[in-house]
């Protein structure tokens, strides 16, 4: 499949500049939104827009997600006038969406039983930046010749494909990346928060600290927008991270495995969530610490 018709469903943050660069490829691609005035965006650059799910499914030879949580995945797929009420035996669906890992192995189950669809859970981590540069790293659950299959048209999108396991497998490495993200985001705040309150310049810590072991990509993104107090045109929001962490404390549970510091760091930012900042930057965190009046 060298040249496969592509469905793109979910042009948010990540979904936007990804269509974008599979376009830039020379990929035949059409999409879908919930919110068509997105998707019409994309037809401004030679997309195909698609008035309806089944229209899209119809037309493509794959159909890529990437929607905003589990819930939304099994709708698009399964909702009325959904994927599988439109899908047939050959194509695959690819998520890149983050979602729930044993939701994901019974989709595919289900997916498979309503129309013979293939899955492969493939979530990405890279961020919008990621994303707009095709240096995304994904992490691939099914199987391996089908995965194998579908690199080259990923290649536009991504630096690196790891197959992690069967079906599923790609959502459990990607609650493992979102564990080390989580509760680094809490730490850098309690971090920056400690650095102010102690009369340091907090905006010199990246300086002072990068290339040391407290380096790391998050270090490198969030500390200078708390330092900044710099929360404008929020690349993710602290919603979709705190999604995250709870997927890592239910998927601990079934598995048996202890997350005491992510559940700690989920109930950190639930609680900064009930205060209006869900649609916030995670970087938001810092002002959990600040003194609400300045001397």
């Given at each position: 499949?060298?040249?496969?018709?592509?469905?793109?469903?979910?042009?948010?943050?990540?979904?936007?500049?990804?269509?974008?660069?599979?376009?830039?490829?020379?990929?035949?691609?059409?999409?879908?939104?919930?919110?068509?005035?997105?998707?019409?965006?994309?037809?401004?650059?030679g997309?195909?827009?698609?008035a309806t799910?089944?229209?899209?499914?119809?037309?493509?030879?794959?159909?890529?997600?990437?929607?905003?949580?589990?819930?939304?995945?099994?709708?698009?797929?399964?909702?009325?006038?959904?994927?599988?009420?439109?899908g047939?035996?050959?194509?695959?669906?690819?998520?890149?969406?983050?979602?729930?890992?044993?939701?994901?192995?019974d989709?595919?189950?289900?997916?498979?039983?309503?129309?013979?669809?293939?899955?492969?859970?493939?979530?990405?981590?890279?961020?919008?930046?990621?994303?707009?540069?095709?240096?995304?790293?994904?992490?691939?659950?099914?199987?391996?010749?089908?995965?194998?299959?579908?690199?080259?048209?990923?290649?536009?999108?991504?630096?690196?494909?790891?197959?992690?396991?069967?079906?599923?497998?790609?959502?459990?490495?990607?609650?493992?990346?979102?564990?080390?993200?989580?509760?680094?985001?809490?730490?850098?705040?309690?971090?920056?928060?400690?650095?102010?309150?102690?009369?340091?310049?907090?905006?010199?810590?990246?300086?002072?600290?990068?290339?040391g072991?407290?380096?790391?990509?998050?270090?490198?993104?969030?500390?200078?927008r708390?330092?900044?107090?710099?929360?404008?045109?929020?690349?993710?929001?602290?919603?979709?991270?705190?999604?995250?962490?709870?997927?890592?404390?239910?998927?601990?549970?079934?598995?048996?495995s202890?997350?005491?510091?992510?559940?700690?760091?989920?109930?950190?930012?639930?609680?900064?969530?009930?205060?209006?900042?869900?649609?916030?930057?995670?970087?938001?965190?810092?002002?959990?610490?600040?003194?609400?009046?300045?001397?």
């Amino acid at each position: 499949m060298t040249h496969p018709r592509l469905g793109f469903i979910g042009i948010g943050l990540m979904g936007d500049p990804m269509t974008r660069r599979l376009l830039e490829a020379g990929f035949d691609v059409t999409v879908w939104n919930r919110s068509p005035a997105k998707a019409e965006a994309l037809g401004q650059v030679g997309a195909g827009v698609a008035a309806t799910l089944g229209e899209l499914v119809a037309s493509v030879d794959l159909v890529m997600l990437c929607l905003a949580n589990t819930e939304v995945v099994e709708s698009v797929v399964f909702g009325e006038g959904g994927v599988a009420e439109h899908g047939r035996r050959g194509q695959t669906l690819i998520d890149f969406s983050s979602s729930d890992p044993a939701a994901t192995r019974d989709f595919a189950r289900r997916l498979e039983a309503r129309c013979g669809m293939g899955w492969i859970d493939c979530p990405v981590s890279g961020g919008v930046a990621g994303a707009e540069a095709g240096s995304l790293v994904m992490m691939a659950g099914g199987e391996a010749t089908d995965i194998d299959a579908i690199r080259p048209l990923l290649a536009p999108l991504t630096a690196r494909v790891t197959h992690m396991g069967p079906v599923g497998a790609g959502q459990v490495t990607k609650v493992c990346n979102q564990m080390v993200v989580g509760c680094q985001a809490a730490v850098l705040a309690e971090m920056v928060a400690l650095a102010e309150a102690s009369g340091v310049e907090a905006t010199r810590l990246v300086e002072a600290l990068s290339g040391g072991f407290a380096d790391s990509k998050p270090f490198q993104i969030l500390t200078p927008r708390m330092a900044a107090s710099d929360f404008e045109n929020p690349p993710w929001h602290l919603r979709t991270l705190l999604k995250d962490l709870d997927l890592a404390v239910a998927q601990s549970q079934r598995s048996g495995s202890a997350t005491p510091m992510s559940a700690l760091a989920a109930q950190l930012m639930r609680a900064h969530t009930t205060r209006g900042h869900a649609e916030h930057d995670p970087a938001i965190l810092v002002e959990a610490y600040r003194p609400t009046q300045r001397e």
